[in-house]
């Protein structure tokens, strides 16, 4: 740990620790009522905070969904005018990038499984922690303002120079919604990384960390780096628009394509912000249910760090036709095909993985499965669309629609619907029903491929993104893409249902469920409020499989600090830790 | 604790002198009217000297973990990657100034 | 370590979830550092847009920048490196335990930071008294160039947003200054104080180069 010392191996005094069944006072148990909660600092009730303010942010952002498609039906104009459509649109895109996917896994999950998988009380600053979700509140009210105050109707990405000068609304509460919502999550990101290099227990070494946390370790970096690019580009249209500063505005002598140069400098890294947590997701349940040692644990460490920075160099892919010059195509386009190799590295480690392991189709599985499907889907179409020359044909298609919608929906939806089940006995302390669970996500799975598998077919035959009418000739790819959606919403729906009735009907969950060997199963469920009575002390990483579950249960007595360094006296055991 | 690097008063004055100077350099070298590029970066230079003298001993990165250091340059890096990709676009566009 | 009584006041500022002073000051380090790196990329759009618009337009940097005080610039440089070298002196008072070091030294930081303000005041107003205002305001006609206002433009946000920087420094400083005045700091706990210097260098550095860029073209 942080001690300095001058070997780097110590001998510490353990005993086994078994985690306790029958828990009497948890986290939920202790600190209890609205005023608790709202000023907690703990991180499983932040996280908890977070879970519920993005459930909100998912069912509104689904609502638009459906609606969008609805209006889809017929060819003309069913419900709603062309105004309505454009920010009803808009606002989808913007709820659920920013407001649901950004935070989904790092904020929720992450926050309440971090600090247990590292064997740690808590984040390194709990009351940073909680500061991000205020300023996300903050943020999410300007947006709900923005709303009420005329809408947006840019598009979520905000284009200059209609969002600098043409569009009507409230662009500038939207986008300063936005900018705040951004150090939330920079300060998250933060929070991560120093407690990942700070706090970890004894024994923990970077080459036993779970790769949920390399994963989240890499999706910090990118926070870190590319969330403040974002939040100077919206200062800079929010200026425009308050001042004309004519940075942007080429009306004024600026350039409006370098608002998209900083824009997706951002956005580009911030798809891996999204899809990162949902990769270490997959390594965690892939693992645990084929019952087996993951496959190449370092080059799926590693290739998450490379994705981080390779999704760096390659944000002009959105601009092959903005006016970009050729050069800078040429490079962009190059520089996306290798955004591919790390993600090919990281399939076919897990399909590995579950060779010969035995595995266990329960839920998490199951969404696992259905991950793989659809997000390798996305990802080659994605290297499809980073082909210079098909791009021409394709940008501003359903086909990019529905190429996005395969890596969002199909792969980090999923990843954290996987996660959500996977860890939801540790976080309730209760089991969800398993059929309903494996029901459901058969139902998304069909949902989505009805939903989205049609836009590919006709974006490719020119059917356009974000136009509310169309020719008569697609009307049957979007009616099929319409049902498909209602499905897909049914079975969003069935999840909460019996989720929520878990909570207060489910079957006690027991401390280790899926007999995972990863940290926070040695935790009881759910973890007390300093989520470990002891010190945890880390001999074998947490996809040894081979090794008896005794071993995973040690540590030292807790002393002063919860993490004291003294021995104690009833040791059953000696065990040379790396520090 | 052990490890805090405590600089001397006259260690501290050093550096701050040697920050003054340079910045009678960066301003002298402007009277003697160096030729485009070089101008530039010349004046780059001493900054980038200045910011490495505060973050080295000011900021003690010089005695402080090497992760530390390495942020800050991680930093600089991808500035260097935002700035050096988007010129490859502006610097070679065929009308590179937008006539409005 | 030895004395339990200075174990029990060493106890005092440390939370519940660290292990000791050292790993609690060296995170609250690395989390200052982290958040700099922020900070340079929050700026590094800013510096990115100067970059290009300078490429694009170099003759209107020449005639603009002549139009900026250079005099006044340089002496805003002195300002702010020397309050760099009084926080370091503040840091270095704490480590030492010398408590009215910390307090002077603080205070003329203080002092220098709002120097720097007022000089930025007055450079502001010279401005606006000729029509040099940001983006859509702008009516100076000195300039004999059609992109001028992108100039100011860039100017002003480069500069509003460090200006904003010092504003939110002192306030820091102001904080610490009281808390130095409560006897909080010591060779044992001055966490508070590392760190805001740690942002004070930084918003130091981000000065010593928007002086050359924008001041110091010829
Ligand atoms: C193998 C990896 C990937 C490649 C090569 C890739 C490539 C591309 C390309 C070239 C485009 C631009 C298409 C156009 O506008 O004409 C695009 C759009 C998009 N991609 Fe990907 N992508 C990949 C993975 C992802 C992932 C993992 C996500 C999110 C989790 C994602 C989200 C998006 C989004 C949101 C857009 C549309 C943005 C907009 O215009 O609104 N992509 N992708
Ligand atoms: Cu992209």
Request: charged fraction near 10%; charge should be neutral.
């Amino acid at each position: 740990m942080a001690t300095s010392e001058s070997t780097n191996i110590k001998k510490i005094q353990v005993r086994r620790f078994k985690p306790d069944e029958n828990p009497t006072s948890n986290y939920l148990t202790e600190e209890r009522g609205l005023w608790a909660w709202m000023t907690t600092v703990d991180h499983k009730k932040i996280g908890w905070m977070y879970l519920g303010s993005i459930a909100i942010f998912f069912a509104v952002g689904g609502i638009l969904a459906l609606l969008l498609r609805t209006e889809l039906l017929t060819p003309a104009q069913t419900f709603f005018t062309a105004d309505a459509y454009n920010q009803l649109f808009t606002l989808h895109g913007a709820i659920m990038v920013f407001f649901f996917l950004v935070p989904s896994v790092p904020a929720a999950l992450g926050n309440f499984i971090l600090p247990l998988q590292l064997g740690c009380k808590d984040v390194a600053f709990p009351r940073v922690n909680l500061l991000s979700f205020y300023i996300y509140v903050v943020g999410a009210l300007f947006t709900l303002f923005a709303i009420f105050t005329g809408g947006v109707d840019t598009g979520w990405t905000f284009y200059t120079p209609y969002s600098s000068s043409a569009a009507g609304g409230n662009v500038m509460a939207m986008t300063f919604g936005v900018f705040i919502l951004g150090f939330s999550s920079i300060l998250t990101g933060l929070n991560f990384i120093v407690t990942i290099h700070r706090m970890r227990a004894p024994g923990l070494t970077w080459n036993k960390l779970p790769l949920f946390l390399w994963a989240l370790y890499a999706t910090s970096i990118i926070q870190i780096l590319a969330t403040p690019v974002l939040a100077i580009t919206l200062l800079l249209l929010t200026m425009e628009r308050l001042l004309s500063i004519g940075i942007f505005d080429p009306a004024l002598g600026g350039d409006p394509v370098l608002y998209q140069h900083f824009f997706w400098f951002y956005s580009h890294p911030a798809v891996y912000i999204m899809i990162v947590p949902g990769f270490g997701i997959i390594s965690e349940i892939i693992s645990t249910f084929s019952r087996k040692h993951i496959f190449g644990y370092w080059a799926i460490a590693l290739s998450s760090l490379a994705i981080a920075f390779i999704g760096f160099l390659v944000w002009g892919h959105h601009m092959f036709v903005a006016g970009q010059s050729s050069l800078a195509n040429l490079v962009f386009s190059f520089l996306t095909f290798l955004v591919g190799i790390p993600t090919g590295i990281k399939i076919f480690n897990w399909i590995a993985t579950m060779y010969k392991g035995s595995i266990d189709l329960k839920t998490p599985m199951l969404y696992v499965m259905v991950f793989l499907f659809l997000f390798t889907i996305g990802g080659f179409t994605g290297i499809m669309l980073g082909a210079l020359a098909v791009d021409i044909h394709l940008h501003d298609t359903y086909y990019v629609v529905a190429h996005f919608h395969y890596v969002m929906v199909g792969g980090m939806v999923m990843a954290f619907l996987g996660g959500l089940h996977y860890w939801w006995p540790k976080m309730t302390g209760k089991m969800y029903n398993e059929m309903w669970g494996r029901i459901s996500c058969a139902i998304v799975f069909i949902g989505f491929n009805l939903t989205f598998l049609p836009q590919f077919v006709m974006g490719s035959l020119g059917m356009p993104r974000r136009y509310f009418n169309y020719l008569e000739q697609f009307q049957g790819y979007h009616v099929m893409s319409t049902y498909g959606s209602y499905i897909l919403g049914l079975g969003f729906l069935m999840v909460l249902i019996y989720l929520t009735h878990s909570i207060f009907k489910g079957k006690k969950a027991p401390a280790n469920p899926w007999q995972s060997r990863a940290m926070e199963w040695q935790a009881p469920s759910p973890p007390p409020l300093h989520n470990f009575e002891h010190t945890p002390v880390i001999i074998h990483g947490p996809y040894d499989y081979h090794k008896p579950m005794s071993e995973f249960q040690l540590g030292i007595a807790g002393s002063h600090n919860g993490h004291g360094h003294h021995e104690h006296e009833t040791e059953t055991k000696t065990v040379e830790a790396d520090k | 604790m052990s490890g805090h690097h405590v600089s001397s008063a006259k260690f501290l004055w050093g550096v701050a002198i040697a920050l003054l100077f340079l910045t009678y350099v960066t301003v002298a070298v402007t009277w003697i009217h160096i030729p485009e590029p070089w101008n530039v970066v010349v004046a780059i230079a001493i900054a980038v000297v200045k910011s490495a003298i505060v973050a080295a001993f000011f900021m003690h990165l010089w005695w402080d973990t090497k992760f530390n250091l390495l942020l800050l340059i991680t930093s600089i890096v991808f500035f260097l990657i935002l700035i050096g990709i988007t010129l490859l676009d502006t610097l070679y566009r065929i009308d590179p100034v937008p006539s409005f | 370590m030895e004395q339990p009584s200075t174990l029990e006041k060493k106890q005092d500022h440390l939370q519940h979830h660290f292990v000791d002073s050292d790993q609690q000051f060296e995170s609250a380090k690395m989390g200052m550092w982290i958040f700099l790196v922020t900070e340079i990329l929050f700026f590094g759009g800013l510096f990115a847009a100067y970059i290009v618009f300078r490429s694009w337009y170099p003759e209107l940097f020449l005639l603009a920048s002549d139009h900026l005080d250079t005099f006044w610039g340089a002496v805003n440089t002195v300002v702010l490196i020397s309050s760099s070298l009084t926080v370091a002196m503040a840091i270095r008072s704490a480590q030492l335990n010398q408590q009215k070091g910390i307090i002077i030294n603080l205070a003329i930081t203080i002092a220098l930071a709002f120097v720097f303000m007022v000089i930025k005041y007055f450079e502001y107003t010279e401005k606006f008294a000729v029509g040099i205002f940001p983006g859509g305001y702008y009516t100076y006609e000195g300039i004999a160039h059609d992109q001028a206002n992108i100039f100011f433009s860039i100017y002003y946000m480069m500069t509003g947003l460090h200006g904003i920087h010092v504003v939110v420094g002192i306030g820091l400083m102001v904080w610490l200054l009281l808390r130095a005045r409560k006897g909080h700091f010591s060779s044992e706990y001055y966490t508070p104080v590392e760190i805001t210097g740690l942002y004070w260098h930084l918003v130091d550095i981000i000065w010593i180069f928007l002086f050359p860029l924008l001041y110091l073209i010829d």
